[in-house]
């Protein structure tokens, strides 16, 4: 299983639907699931957005949890 910690949520949303759609037994839940699968695919675009300190521009998802450059770099400093 992937870590549902380094997906966005609309990643996890559409592992979700698929894998809810894979192993239902009933027609008509199959039948939502595309319709919601569907309406998945016609989301509009997450709007990226850019690090204050690094610069880095990502989903606002991934960037909330990134490492940040300038903080690494200043961890390697100590290293060396
Ligand atoms: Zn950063």
Redesign the pocket.
Known sequence: MTDDTTLTARERLRIHLREARRTTDSSIVEVQLDAALDAWTDLPPTPLRE??????VGVPER?QQ??????DQSDENIEF
């Open positions: 690090c204050p300190i690094c610069g880095k960037i990134h490492r940040c450059k300038i903080q």
